[in-house]
């Protein structure tokens, strides 16, 4: 990367650092009542890690959580004390490097002025912003996607054996630091696979040795979790952490009409209704929700069967509605339409973006891809709108090409390289 991406970075840490030093506690539509710093905490657990008291009082198997972030946090409080601060700098500093991943792939795929507008997108984008505050996992999360989505336009562009090891190493980071990425990059390949063999000679196609050293790479990262799972569990295989039968069974909750239509507060409300739910499922087979986390995931396991093999409209409906919430069920109706609003203008500019890119041979797709892999699979189990903030920067980037076309037509050509 070179001057340019470094100010864009420059640029990132100061909106972000701003955000933390005075934004965050300027605002009123963030309010969490319970725990406003560490509302899922990661950082309890990285101080139960710092102290050397290890993972075991957040459930075998981390009760639906994935270990980077923890991991992360552990780290920074045991080489400085517990400091939430400087996890937040850390944050600034993921912020930051989003947003230049953002200007380098946008420059790269399309031009500079797309890059350019992606950037600066990302460095406002409310969603993001919200995320770097405080201990939630979110931007670290978008930040490892967004280098495994960069990581991905190298490797289209010039195929190699270290771009494809960088591929593997960033995907299986962003999988420990929430599960749902563990399937995109076979999702990417046969992608790749399917638009190579339909250009024939436009686009190279991707070769045995590389998807096979991709997944070498990304499970040199997964594996040693993975095998700690196995020890912890006492011979049971246990991948990555993924919740998905927790997920699934919220999703049915979350999608009602009253969460859906924003006329029931869905972060409090359907939060308590599922609980209640699993609460009487555990009673019901004569133990106690979330007494151990292994058997939870059981119950809550049967209960999915349950639901798909005798209410399969009910689940239809939920992913169909899912489909729609990923973009903008959020803790209130302004958060909701704010980030809605966002969502629905990203996206006009994206189809906007489509057929330039058709017409100039543009890999769109490359940026396209993981919204809609992460929109689907999270429809099927459950869609909310803070999920969708990893996948954004990418998908702003496919806007901001949008965008570099109406202001082509507008008259401002812009300088390509």
Known sequence: MGREAVLVFLAGFAVA???VLWGFHSQSLVQDPFNKLDPYHFGAMGSSLARGEGFAAYGVVLDRKSPLYPLLIGGIYYLFGEHSFLVKLVQCLCFAATCALVYDAGRRVFNRRTGLIAATASMLHPLLLRYVAD???ETLLTFLVTLMVWCSVRLYQRPSAGRAAAFGFAAGA?????????????????????ISFRERARTVRPRLALAAILALSMAAVILPWTWRNYRATHGRFVL???GANDAFLRGLIFSKTDYALLRRPPYTDAENE??????SLAAAEGTVWQRDDLETDQILGREVHRQISNAPAKVIRKTVVGLFTFWYEMTSRTNSIITGGCALITWMFVLIAVPRAWREQRALWLFVLPAVYLNLLLAVLLALGRYSAPITPALLCAAAYGADGVLE??????RHG
């Open 17 to 19: 650092l701003s955000m």
């Open 135 to 137: 201990l939630q996992l």
């Open 174 to 194: 962003a999988t420990l630091t929430k599960a749902v990425v563990l399937l995109y990059p076979a999702v990417f390949l046969a992608a790749w696979w399917a």
């Open 240 to 242: 990555v952490t993924t």
């Open 274 to 279: 599922s609980n209640a739910w699993f609460r």
């Open 409 to 414: 037509r507008l008259g401002w050509t812009a």
